[in-house]
T-cell receptor, first 112, second 115 residues
Framework: NAGVTQTPKFQVLKTGQSMTLQCAQDMNHEYMSWYRQDPGMGLRLIHY???????DQGEVPNGYNVSRSTTEDFPLRLLSAAPSQTSVYFCASSSRGSQPQHFGDGTRLSIL | GDSVTQMEGPVTLSEEAFLTINCTYTATGYPSLFWYVQYPGEGLQLLLKATKADDKGSNKGFEATYRKETTSFHLEKGSVQVSDSAVYFCALSDDGSGNTGKLIFGQGTTLQVKP
């Protein structure tokens, strides 16, 4: 039972580099989301999707892009990494909007 | 907009002590409320939930009651164990205003239980 799988678990980037954080779920969930976790600030929503082909911005979308071409995958792209994007990133999914979300184990990202 | 406020931590307790972590919320609709727990180095796991006023969520000895009149969802446990040491997050979903599945989190409360 894989649930929500995030890769990589750790990544170090230099300022200005781009990269994609991968997220995949095998539960056929319609809803998927990306959050970032920073000390003392809880988790903040970056982008979310209510189904394949549909995405929308959350609270802190600047500097990030997403797409949802399949139900299973929801990658998060950093276009030009900045030190302010150093954080732990979590992907989550749920079957409906009112259902609890299942979280991946996170990607710890450092931008130098 | 909607928001969640948790009591600040860290909270340090001795084993078998009573635990309360306060959580209050602001919402325009009728949100569902959740407590999530994060153990060191792991992702978040759902601890309990409540979907309407006066509902009581419970799991692993933890309880929380959805109080609409006080807009609160305080987490309680009668006797904590060392294994309960973790970060606890209160959250609400906006399923009352669009069913988008978005979660709004409090800042998290770190609990440390000493033997």
């Amino acid at each position: 039972n894989a649930g929500v799988t995030q890769t990589p678990k750790f990544q170090v980037l230099k300022t200005g580099q781009s990269m994609t954080l991968q997220c995949a779920q095998d539960m056929n969930h319609e809803y998927m989301s990306w959050y970032r976790q920073d000390p003392g600030m809880g988790l903040r929503l970056i982008h979310y999707s209510v189904g394949a082909g549909i995405t929308d911005q959350g609270e802190v979308p600047n500097g990030y892009n997403v797409s949802r071409s399949t139900t299973e995958d929801f990658p998060l792209r950093l276009l030009s990494a900045a030190p302010s994007q150093t954080s732990v990133y979590f992907c989550a999914s749920s079957s409906r909007g009112s259902q609890p979300q299942h979280f991946g184990d996170g990607t710890r990202l450092s931008i130098l | 907009g909607d928001s969640v406020t948790q009591m600040e931590g860290p909270v340090t307790l001795s084993e078998e002590a009573f635990l309360t972590i306060n959580c209050t919320y602001t919402a325009t609709g009728y949100p569902s409320l959740f407590w999530y727990v994060q153990y060191p180095g792991e992702g978040l796991q759902l601890l309990l939930k409540a979907t309407k006023a006066d509902d009581k969520g419970s799991n692993k000895g933890f309880e929380a009651t959805y109080r609409k009149e006080t807009t609160s969802f305080h987490l309680e446990k009668g006797s904590v164990q060392v294994s309960d040491s973790a970060v606890y997050f209160c959250a609400l979903s906006d399923d009352g205003s669009g069913n988008t599945g978005k979660l709004i989190f409090g800042q998290g409360t770190t609990l440390q239980v000493k033997p």
